[in-house]
């Protein structure tokens, strides 16, 4: 059993990143970098969030990476930074200075995410839901409906997906007042960030990496699980099930931890034996 969740995070940190060769910092997007908005267009990064970011992306010992369910022209259209790396439908597309992968068994299943999304639009009408066509993901989003409704919402959703469930094209995840539907395919944020993690160490194999994790529902879990082994995850409001390490306060504690990356991190950068990898 994980130790009891602590927001005692500084020193830890501070000791990590200052041992590190190479810095791999990995922020969800929604819920972490921003509130967590009402609709998929509200975006508010604070001006101190942005200016951390900034700075991070400039150093030659750190590797950003923002995780989102976003596409991958929303993400970088709401977050636009150089050097940064996008992880993008949940991970199942990654682009970045040093990495471009795109999963194609989760590509063969776009028409599915297609007709799913296509059929809660077209027979769910309920009030206030926004559905979302991401390409290789989707949602429904319910963050504006009456507390009243959702749990009929929820059921009639998942009954009106469950023959793609049934056919395996298609998985329902819950995310935070969002129903997620993804591709029925091995996958998910963690694998992600382990293949990212592991695409550095091939780049740099000389170089101590630490990878820092910032997350904030349910879908981080699968990645807590394999920072822990490499790194420090961070979950964004304290919970009793969770495989984070520590907790941040709430979302505006997040450029606590940007200026510990900032102000420890080294400024010379590691080693190279690669040059990319395209994955």
């Not at 267009?41 to 101190?48: D, G, K, N, W």
């Not at 910032?214 to 807590?224: L, N, S, T």
């Not at 010379?268 to 990898?277: D, N, V």
Request: hydrophobic content about 40%; aromatic content about 6%.
């Amino acid at each position: 059993m994980p130790p009891r969740l602590t927001n005692n995070y500084t020193n830890e940190t501070k000791s990590q990143i200052k041992q590190a060769g190479l810095v791999l910092l990995i922020c969800d997007f929604d819920g972490a970098l921003v509130p967590l908005p009402q609709t998929p267009e509200e975006v508010h990064m604070a001006e101190t969030v942005h200016d951390h970011l900034e700075n991070i992306c400039q150093i030659e010992s750190v590797r950003f990476g923002v995780i989102s369910a976003r596409a991958p022209l929303d993400l970088k259209e709401k977050i636009p930074l150089p050097n940064c790396h996008y992880l993008c439908n949940h991970g199942l597309e990654i682009s970045g200075p040093e990495v471009n992968f795109h999963h194609a068994s989760a590509e063969k299943l776009r028409d599915a995410i297609h007709d799913a999304a296509n059929t809660l639009r077209v027979q769910l009408r309920v009030d206030r839901t926004i559905i979302e066509d991401r390409g290789l993901t989707a949602a429904l989003n319910y963050r504006n409906v009456l507390e009243s409704q959702v749990s009929s919402l929820l059921a009639k959703a998942k009954n009106l997906l469950a023959s793609g469930v049934s056919a395996r094209k298609i998985r329902i995840e819950e995310g935070r007042r969002s129903l997620e539907i993804v591709p029925a395919v091995d996958w998910d944020r963690g694998k992600a960030v382990k293949m990212l993690c592991q695409n550095f160490k091939a780049i740099h194999p000389d170089t101590q990496i630490v990878l820092l994790y910032v997350g904030a529902e349910a879908m981080d879990e699968p990645a807590f699980k394999y920072t822990r082994q490499v790194g420090i995850p961070y979950r964004v409001t304290q919970t009793r099930e969770t495989s984070a390490r520590y907790y941040l306060k709430m979302q505006t504690e997040i450029s606590r931890l940007l200026r510990l990356v900032r102000e420890n991190a080294k400024t010379k950068a590691p080693p190279k034996r690669m040059e990319r990898m395209v994955l």
